[in-house]
């Protein structure tokens, strides 16, 4: 947990604690925002609202608590109930595509699928959006952000089948960042601070920042119960780690297997700017803790996009005071298992020590 500790409670269970984030869906046909898909998303159906009664119970408990929340919503914004109690609160609003134009702060997600329609976002520098790109669209990667130059601040790219891709894959990935990195070359130099995600994360950090699903924030569905993000809860309803209580707040069973710490992999690593999937490290690997080769690989290519793209920006404000990032020769941390750890100290004369053993 980022900066807070849980409190146990009777029941045995941790209850989350002050300075937290929570991500609300509002409905079950709420935008897919990253690695994971929601069948209920594409559904003709009329949505089903979190009850106002409930909402009503988080706003007020995240308010106590000073938890951060962050709405999810559909291609339908919610009954005015629904919405005169969003106005109460401070918060984040991620839509689809569908909502942009209702809700002009919010961060909104983008498929490639649907590049057609990008055209019509107009130019805003303050704006951040979400592209979720599949191995389908990989090649038209670049051409898409190039597309969307002058319409964001910061770009997240989100690759939804990551771990389906194959060796060409890879390498269309790699082709795709080489010019995603010459199109945003010149646009630094021209003095516009845009983030995209892939390129300009790993510059700017020198520890780990992950996710962080499960540790840093937590999701409540509909219903009130608990998951560890959006994914968990679409891809299987019985994974709930808990749930709203009006009076305890989110009670929740804390999983340390999330933890950055139990990830002996990751703590050997430095592609700091990985998300750390923990829902793909789940449905590949069986494992909360241990990504799968692809999640690493790509990783690892941004990582060496970044390094090259520091090169290339050489005395360019502010990249020319960000520190170099070293160059590798491996692709996946799984080649270098004998390395110490980055992150974690361990007793490297000890073997009961370290996690992989
Ligand atoms: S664990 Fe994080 S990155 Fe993965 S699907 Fe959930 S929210 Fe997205």
Redesign the pocket.
């Known amino acids: 947990m980022t900066g807070a500790e849980a409190r146990v409670s009777r029941t045995g269970q941790d209850v989350v604690t002050p300075n937290e984030h929570a991500l609300v869906i509002l409905e079950d046909g709420a935008v897919p ?4 898909e929601n069948p209920h998303f594409h559904a003709a159906a009329e949505p089903r609202w979190m009850a106002p009664g409930l909402l009503a119970g988080i706003i007020r408990r995240a308010r106590k608590d000073k938890i951060a929340l962050t709405f999810l919503l559909g291609k339908t914004a919610p009954p005015p109930k629904l919405q005169h109690l969003i106005d109460t609160v401070d918060h984040a609003k991620i839509v689809p595509w569908e909502l942009h134009g209702r809700y002009p702060d919010a961060v909104v997600v983008l498929d490639a699928k649907d590049s057609i329609s990008f055209a019509e976002l107009t130019n805003n520098l303050d704006r951040n959006l979400i592209l979720r790109l599949g191995k389908r669209s990989l090649k038209k990667c670049s051409g898409l952000v190039e597309a969307l130059f002058g319409k964001f601040r910061r770009l997240s790219i ?1 690759l939804v089948d990551v771990e389906d891709f194959t060796s060409s894959d890879f390498v269309s990935y790699e082709k795709e960042l080489r010019k995603m990195r010459a199109a945003l070359v010149p646009f630094y130099r021209d003095g516009y601070p845009v983030e995209v995600n892939v390129l300009t994360d790993r510059m700017m950090l020198s520890a780990m920042r992950n ?3 499960g540790v840093d924030h937590l999701t409540i569905a509909p219903d009130g119960k608990c998951y ?5 809860y679409y891809d299987d309803e019985r994974s709930s780690v808990g749930a709203f209580d009006d009076k305890k707040g989110l009670v929740v069973r804390r999983l340390a297997a999330a933890q950055f710490v139990r990830a002996p992999l990751c703590t050997r690593c430095d592609a700091f700017h990985c ?1 750390r ?4 490290n789940k449905k590949t690997t069986l494992e909360l803790n241990v990504p799968s080769e692809q999640q690493c690989a790509v990783a690892h290519l941004e990582r060496e996009a970044s390094r090259q793209m520091l090169i290339d920006l050489g005395s360019t404000e502010p990249f020319r005071r960000m520190p170099r990032i070293t160059e590798l020769n491996y692709r996946d941390p799984l080649e270098c298992i004998d390395a110490p750890p980055l992150g974690v100290q361990l007793r490297a004369t000890d073997p009961s020590t370290d996690p992989m053993l």
Not at 228 to 232: G, R, V
Not at 277 to 280: N, R, S, V
């Open positions: 925002f990253c690695h994971y989100h996710c962080g699903a560890l993000c959006p994914a968990f998300k999937c923990i829902f793909l």
